[in-house]
């Protein structure tokens, strides 16, 4: 079975309801740009891909279901609309990348409502074909990269957060390579990152790796230096982007800046995987970055199925249960940024990005 977050059919949108992995997969429509905004904002779909082609092709669905009076109606709806569809989350690149990329198109599109529209659609369509065509690139030169810089010997890797099937169209970024290198018989173990205090790594990569038959093993966030200092053979950290600057500072999710000093300490190869939807030029270093805060509950609560006394899972049932001192003060960034300085390659569909020997990236290559 294919793991498919995203379905789409002209005139429908569903998307895999990521809150209720990985006990139940049920999937929830989304009719238009609001209900786009509200999966996004409540994480019911995650994952900066995977964010950007789910506000793109609601938007399709709507445009597709609704009539307009005049092209310059349907050209301020979709601007509108975008606006407001890059409001639900600040940090990922790849969603106002897409809306500037849709708002210009609809805004040069000459012609009638029906021309308008079909264009803004073929053009949602066609970000969600293209993102998986680039995942498997992704995967394709991660592989290669790893053979010539780390060897042809079975070796195993760590990663954090979900950049599987579920953060993208298909396939995924970090978690792409990882499959990449299992397919070529060269990965001997997969390590998750529990990823607190959301759990995409527990939740999501976890339940992508036990779907996949890939050999792995779940850790908590502190359990990394550890892991690398008694399991010499893991050789690399693969990790996704949420955004990466020019420079080659990456955004990502929280705990993927702890990860980069203790790769370096440990001698491990510390690699961005990321679509060039990913990198932002205009945006110079890290500094730059908006870096999310989230809600307090996502750190003192946790929510799950109720278990019974003998450990049965009850599906349909689920608890959300307080585990911090009531009353304590909680800061909760979603993301941080690993600095150029400690990344060694970043892995695009376009190639891979290395340091020259001045030890600076140039991933206006790329474009
Ligand atoms: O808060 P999330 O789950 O949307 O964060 C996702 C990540 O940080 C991923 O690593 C990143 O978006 C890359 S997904 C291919």
């Known amino acids: 079975m294919v793991l498919e977050a995203i379905k789409y059919r002209p005139h429908s949108l569903e998307i895999l309801d990521q809150l209720r992995l ?3 997969s049920v999937y929830a429509p989304i009719k238009n740009s609001t209900d786009a905004f509200n999966a996004i904002k409540s994480m019911t779909v995650r994952g900066a891909p995977a964010i950007a082609i789910v506000a793109a092709l609601a938007l399709a669905v709507e445009l597709a279901n609704r009539e307009f009076e005049s092209a310059d109606e349907v050209r301020s709806f979709v601007s509108e609309k975008l606006e407001y569809l ?53 995967g394709k030169n991660g592989l290669e990269w790893a053979k010539k810089t780390i060897g042809q010997d079975k070796f195993s890797i760590l990663t954090i957060c979900n950049t ?18 299992y397919a070529d018989g060269l990965l001997s173990h997969a390590y998750a990152l529990e990823t607190r205090p959301y759990n995409q790594g527990s939740r999501l ?36 982007a949420d955004r990466v600057a020019r420079n080659g500072d990456t ?42 805060q989230r ?46 300085a400690l990344i060694d390659a970043i892995i695009t569909e376009k190639g891979v990005a290395e340091k020259d020997e001045n030890g600076e990236f140039h991933l206006e290559y790329f474009f």
């Not at 599987?164 to 290198?181: K, Q």
């Open 86 to 138: 890059v409001t639900s989350r600040p940090t990922a690149v790849n969603l106002s990348d897409a809306a500037r990329k849709l708002a210009k198109l609809v805004k040069e599109t000459e012609g009638d409502v029906k021309t308008i529209a079909d264009a803004y659609i073929a053009a949602a369509e066609k970000m969600l074909v293209d993102d998986v065509s680039d995942n498997m690139n992704i």
């Open 295 to 340: 809600k307090p509950d996502e750190l003192v609560t946790v929510r799950g199925p109720v278990v019974d006394k003998d450990g049965n899972v009850n599906k349909g049932e689920t608890k959300t249960v307080h585990i911090a001192a009531p009353g304590i003060g909680v800061w909760n960034p979603s993301f941080d940024v690993a600095p150029a």
């Open 22 to 24: 990985p006990h139940e």
């Open 164 to 181: 599987g099937s579920l953060a993208t169209a298909g396939y995924g970024t970090a978690l792409g390579i990882i499959r990449s290198i």
């Open 251 to 292: 955004a990502n999710k929280i705990g993927t800046y702890q990860l980069s000093i203790v790769a370096k300490h440990h001698g491990v190869r510390f690699v961005v995987a990321a679509p060039t939807t990913s990198i932002d030029l205009q945006t110079m270093t890290g500094e730059g970055i908006a870096i999310e």
């Open 205 to 240: 990569t976890a339940y992508e790796l036990v779907h996949d038959n890939i050999p792995a093993t779940l850790i908590t966030d502190s359990m990394a230096s550890v892991l690398l200092n008694s399991h010499p053979e893991i050789k690399m950290i693969v990790v996704g």
